[in-house]
């Protein structure tokens, strides 16, 4: 049954990707890979077979592989980008004194040859004939043997030996937590070739972007652990460690010293796993028959919070399948891995010794990555607001809905975030690259926050029962297919009718900001005249908030231009009165209010504090 629903997952999704768009193409990679581990020594030694089919309308005459362990080393990439950025990340580096003042100094430059991480590669074959690969830091360069045409396959080959590095971030061993081994970026892994050509970047700490197939891992270990990650196990009842079916008792024949433990993770594009002598393993059900995975340390206080976690994630995945879509697999582990909080195929591995409510927080906002990178799978490295953003703005609605106050804006602590970058002169558009950001604060802001952001705000531009619809159809239109931002805007528009070119590249293209004021407000007979000025250079429509001294209140909306648009009344029980629409070329509006000035209390532009304007003070005219 586990096999054919394997390969039905398989040829169902690959259909819809031919289906959605017949003019669309993504490469496939398909591995095999059989990896023995010393527990003693952090070494492993594995053979990969990889067949790699060439969807593209391309001839490729090279492949280029990532070898992400080779970051972990004094004077990589890596290494250098951690002694050069002004605010490095406080995991990866040691405060020293130095002449008397606090330096940081990166833990990767003093590594010794045993606490490294390395991927070495040998034996590299093109269906059976050698070809040429040399290892460019974290990259593996392959000039092949014989070119691999468009609509055909190849099979490629290799043997490689890795050492776990002291845990740095993310993959590593004997991290603070005492996880012993948290293997992610383990495996020689082919980069990306899309309509943009080859997405070979170099690891220096940031994001990732990866070609879907399936994996088929066979893992052999000291038989004392246990092992969680990516992928269904195929043999359960011969490695036990939870995985047992119910009623089967597992015993070991007396010599083994080792288990080898068999995954298979259809459909995904990385594979990742962690393993310890000390873990705990429950299995929760959860929403649509998923098995939900949970591997953390087995100590008291650790294994009472997990325990109060278990049931709170059954609900933040069934919130997640009703605001986005259902998730595909049957299968999904949150892992203690000791290192923060990342999300990988199937799993995420995360800190596992705080609070609850904190667990609560990377638990939720990991898990959404499931959704955006690992089922839509956006270019991470180039558009990383694409995942982080849209990550934290249904984490953010998941935590309000489910655990909080159920407040109208929840994302209030984005904007005032966002605020800051802005004055702080420190912002960069958010289409610059993963990598390319001068401090790790601004990378930060602008992915998480600003990214956020694009999705709340278009509450305010279109409307929230447009913007539900939105992420429905964009997740049912680009699952399995690598959306670009022109996929998210262009989705927008077909499901409001409006035209959000402008929103796209102002939001993320520019640094342009917004910032509308109310510049007058005077007697005009027995009615108020009132002027609105546009400040800031991004254009917005304007909703603007009038309440009267007798109580009663009254609204009124201001199309722009340039979306040939009426947004819905968010407010129904107020009566609004739709304006003439407010080109963006006109830096002043006026418009009048059929009441004296005298009347009026207090007129607000954008009550709901959705629309992200950069200054508020002039955004209200009140009579005191």
Not at 159 to 171: A, H, M
Not at 174 to 186: D, P, R, T, Y
């Amino acid at each position: 049954m586990r096999n054919f629903f394997l390969f039905a997952f398989f040829s169902l999704s690959i259909g819809n990707v031919v289906a959605q768009s017949s003019g669309y193409w993504q490469q496939q990679v398909d591995y095999k890979m059989d990896v023995s581990m010393d527990v003693k020594t952090y070494q492993y030694k594995g053979k990969q077979e990889l067949v790699y089919t060439n969807n593209s309308p391309d001839t490729l005459k090279k492949v280029y592989y990532h070898l992400y362990e080779n970051a972990f080393q004094p004077g990589s990439e890596m290494d250098a980008r951690l002694q050069s950025i002004k605010d490095p990340d406080a995991r990866m580096v040691n405060k020293i004194q130095v002449d008397g003042k606090d330096v940081k100094e990166s833990r990767i430059k003093n590594l010794k040859p045993n606490e490294i991480g390395y991927l070495k590669i040998s034996n590299f074959k093109q269906d059976g004939v050698a070809a040429v690969a040399k290892e460019v830091g974290t990259i593996l360069e392959v000039t092949l043997n014989k070119p691999i045409l468009p609509n055909s396959k190849t099979t490629l080959t290799l043997d490689f030996d890795g050492q776990v590095p002291v845990q740095i971030r993310r993959t590593g061993r004997n991290n603070v937590e005492g996880i012993e081994l948290s293997m992610a970026q383990w495996y020689p892994k082919m980069a990306e070739f899309d309509f943009e050509g080859w997405h070979a970047d170099p690891y220096i700490a940031r994001e990732f972007h990866g070609v879907w197939g399936n994996f088929d891992v066979k893992i052999t270990i000291d038989k004392d652990y246990t092992i969680g990650g990516s992928g269904y196990l195929q043999n359960p009842n011969e490695i036990g460690h939870g995985y047992q079916a119910e009623g089967v008792t597992v015993t070991y024949p007396k010599k083994a010293k080792t288990l080898t433990w068999h995954f298979v993770a259809p459909m995904v594009h990385d594979f990742t796993w962690a393993a310890d002598k000390n873990y705990v393993h429950d299995i929760v059900k959860g929403p649509n028959d998923v098995d939900l995975h949970y591997f953390f340390k087995n100590t008291p206080e650790v294994v009472a919070n997990w325990k109060k976690l278990e049931p709170l994630m059954v609900k933040v995945m069934d919130y997640y399948n009703k605001t986005v879509g259902n998730y595909p697999y049957k299968q999904y582990s949150f892992i203690q891995g000791g290192d923060g909080g990342m999300e990988y195929a199937m799993c995420t591995l995360m800190l596992g010794n705080g609070t609850v409510e904190g667990m609560l927080g990377t638990a939720t906002h990991e898990m959404g990555h499931s959704w955006f990178q690992h089922i839509l799978a956006s270019n991470e490295s180039k558009h990383p607001w694409m995942d982080e953003g849209f990550t934290t703005y249904i984490e953010d609605s998941a935590l309000n809905e489910l655990f909080g106050k159920k407040e109208a804006n929840p994302f209030k602590p984005n904007y005032a975030a966002y605020y800051k970058l802005v004055e702080s002169g420190k912002e960069q558009p958010l289409s610059t690259h993963g990598d390319r950001y001068d401090e790790n604060r601004s990378y930060s802001i602008a992915s998480y926050v600003k990214g956020s952001i694009f999705l709340s705000q278009l509450i305010y531009v279109i409307g929230q029962d447009n913007l539900n619809k939105t992420l429905k159809k964009y997740y049912q239109d680009f699952k399995f297919k690598h959306p670009t931002p022109n996929d998210i805007k262009r989705t927008a528009e077909r499901v409001s009718g409006a035209n959000l070119d402008w929103y796209l590249v102002d939001w993320t293209e520019t640094l342009n900001t917004i910032d509308y004021g109310i510049k007058d407000v005077k007697e005009n007979a027995d009615k108020t005249t009132v002027t609105l000025e546009r400040i800031g250079r991004m254009p917005m429509p304007i909703d603007l908030f009038v309440e009267y001294t007798d109580g009663s209140k009254e609204s009124f909306y201001i199309p722009l231009r340039m979306m040939s648009f009426e947004k819905p009344n968010p407010t129904p029980a107020i009566t609004r009165t739709v304006l003439n629409d407010w080109a963006w070329a006109y830096p002043t509006f006026e418009f009048n209010i059929s009441k004296p000035k005298n009347t009026i209390k207090k007129i607000t532009i954008d009550p709901s504090g959705l629309m992200a304007d950069v200054k508020q003070t002039n955004n209200i005219y009140e009579v005191k």
